[in-house]
């Protein structure tokens, strides 16, 4: 019998986003204490993988596909698939599937327990969320053993949209490395482009996709005095279509998409405001490395952001959709040196007292092992 736990993580995609990166920073941090095995929906998009360190036993097993109709047949091999393990960890709509069949063949196949987490929606239920995946959620989060949340608003969903127990839901927030975003940056971190002294910056951290709407923020550049740079670190299928919108409003040489940034430590503080433009979040981390680099943030009032940041920086934040709003409190707070220092420091101050990543870990080293003790399968 096995003395290492065997962990499964079930992702429809493990490109670099914040849940990836997460689950990524978990593993890094339990080192050889678990044995992981990952699965990616799409093997294309694997991006997060290269955040992988040496020292963790990580392991990509074949797998039925995420995708599909959930019949029988193929819910009963997807059940299969994840026996053997210690726990299995399921992540977002994409793994869904999944989680239906382990409520559903669990008892089949002797199934360890199942945690599953849920981190936000897609463009198609940035606005609403659909009726039919409601339903199809109550069913399949039957048998979990753990629905993990990182923000009030998600779990207020979980308990009275998908009508799960009080007991089964466990709201974690994210957390990261605060201390890290504190040491000064070197103005070439990034490949061919300098920020020059005379030069202040609107920074966002995002993948570059419709839902992030990151159009508002290049239009909003047009009203900012000529000083003010914008830098969009991220990838994604929408960099083509912004680049034109720069390059209509004549504002190429001020807006910059240097791709994505593997440490983001080594670059938020170069930026003199965070910003964000998305018609839907939750709990974005950016957020949090933004307030621990000592930066204000300006952001529609989406998901937990208005709770998130300090009570100082709360009158930037506008009504989501409100484009206009959303310029005039960049314009603001460009024209207030005084007031970015103050409520920027207020934002640090706040971060590193919530959402250092230490108590993050600890709490999904509780959740996790607690399951496996009590569940022990393998070993």
Same mark, same amino acid.
């Given at each position: 019998?096995?003395?290492?736990?065997?962990?499964?993580?079930?992702?429809?995609?493990?490109?670099?986003?914040?849940?990836?990166? *997460?689950?990524?920073?978990?593993?890094?941090?339990?080192?050889?204490?678990?044995?992981?095995?990952?699965?990616?929906?799409?093997?294309?998009? *694997?991006?997060?993988?290269?955040?992988?360190?040496?020292? %963790? @036993?990580?392991?990509?097993?074949?797998?039925?596909?995420?995708?599909?109709?959930?019949? %029988?047949?193929?819910?009963?091999?997807?059940?299969?698939?994840?026996?053997?393990?210690?726990?299995?960890?399921?992540?977002?709509?994409?793994?869904?599937?999944?989680?239906?069949?382990?409520?559903?063949?669990? /008892?089949?196949?002797?199934?360890?327990?199942?945690?599953?987490?849920?981190?936000?929606?897609?463009?198609?239920?940035?606005?609403?969320?659909?009726?039919?995946?409601?339903?199809?959620?109550?069913?399949?989060?039957? @048998?979990?053993?753990?629905?993990?949340?990182?923000?009030?608003?998600?779990?207020?969903?979980?308990?009275?949209?998908?009508?799960?127990?009080?007991? #089964?839901?466990?709201?974690?927030?994210?957390?990261?490395?605060?201390?890290?975003?504190?040491?000064?940056?070197?103005?070439?971190?990034?490949?061919?482009?300098?920020?020059?002294?005379?030069?202040?910056?609107?920074?966002?951290?995002?993948?570059?996709?419709?839902?992030?709407?990151?159009?508002?923020?290049?239009?909003?550049?047009? $009203?900012?005095?000529?000083?003010?740079?914008?830098?969009?670190?991220?990838?994604?299928?929408? @960099?083509?279509?912004?680049?034109?919108?720069?390059?209509?409003?004549?504002?190429?040489? @001020?807006?910059?998409?240097?791709?994505?940034?593997?440490?983001?430590?080594?670059?938020?503080?170069?930026?003199?405001?965070?910003?964000?433009?998305?018609?839907?979040?939750?709990?974005?981390?950016?957020?949090?490395?933004?307030?621990?680099?000592?930066?204000?943030?300006?952001?529609? *009032?989406?998901?937990?952001?208005?709770?998130?940041?300090?009570?100082?920086?709360?009158?930037?934040?506008?009504?989501?959709?409100?484009?206009?709003?959303?310029?005039?409190?960049?314009?603001?707070?460009?024209?207030?040196?005084?007031? $970015?220092?103050?409520?920027?420091?207020?934002? #640090?101050?706040?971060? *590193?007292?919530?959402? /250092?990543? #230490?108590?993050?870990?600890?709490?999904?080293?509780?959740?996790?092992?607690?399951?496996?003790?009590?569940?022990?399968?393998?070993?």
């Amino acid at each position: 019998m096995s003395k290492t736990p065997k962990i499964l993580h079930l992702h429809s995609t493990f490109d670099a986003g914040g849940k990836e990166l *997460r689950n990524v920073r978990l593993i890094n941090e339990w080192g050889r204490e678990v044995d992981h095995a990952i699965v990616s929906g799409d093997l294309d998009k *694997r991006g997060a993988a290269a955040m992988l360190g040496k020292k %963790p @036993r990580v392991s990509w097993p074949k797998f039925p596909p995420l995708k599909g109709k959930p019949t %029988p047949g193929r819910l009963s091999a997807l059940a299969k698939a994840m026996a053997g393990y210690d726990l299995i960890c399921t992540y977002n709509w994409g793994a869904m599937d999944a989680v239906m069949a382990h409520t559903v063949f669990a /008892d089949a196949f002797k199934l360890p327990p199942l945690v599953h987490h849920e981190d936000g929606f897609n463009e198609d239920e940035a606005k609403r969320l659909k009726r039919r995946r409601n339903w199809y959620r109550k069913i399949a989060l039957g @048998r979990t053993a753990a629905l993990v949340v990182p923000s009030a608003t998600l779990e207020d969903i979980a308990l009275n949209r998908w009508d799960q127990p009080r007991t #089964r839901v466990r709201r974690i927030p994210n957390g990261i490395d605060t201390r890290a975003f504190a040491a000064p940056p070197k103005r070439d971190i990034l490949p061919g482009l300098i920020k020059h002294r005379d030069e202040f910056w609107i920074g966002t951290l995002a993948g570059l996709r419709e839902v992030k709407q990151l159009d508002v923020l290049v239009r909003a550049m047009d $009203r900012l005095p000529l000083e003010w740079q914008l830098v969009v670190a991220g990838e994604g299928p929408e @960099r083509a279509a912004l680049e034109a919108e720069a390059e209509r409003l004549g504002l190429e040489d @001020r807006v910059h998409f240097p791709g994505f940034v593997d440490q983001p430590a080594k670059l938020v503080g170069l930026f003199d405001i965070f910003a964000l433009s998305s018609a839907s979040e939750q709990f974005p981390i950016s957020v949090v490395e933004a307030m621990a680099a000592g930066l204000p943030v300006v952001a529609p *009032r989406v998901g937990d952001i208005g709770a998130m940041v300090s009570s100082d920086n709360g009158p930037l934040l506008v009504e989501p959709g409100d484009e206009a709003a959303l310029a005039k409190s960049l314009g603001r707070l460009a024209n207030d040196p005084a007031g $970015r220092e103050r409520i920027g420091k207020a934002n #640090r101050e706040k971060a *590193r007292e919530e959402f /250092d990543e #230490r108590r993050m870990i600890e709490r999904y080293r509780s959740l996790y092992w607690g399951l496996m003790d009590k569940y022990p399968q393998t070993r």
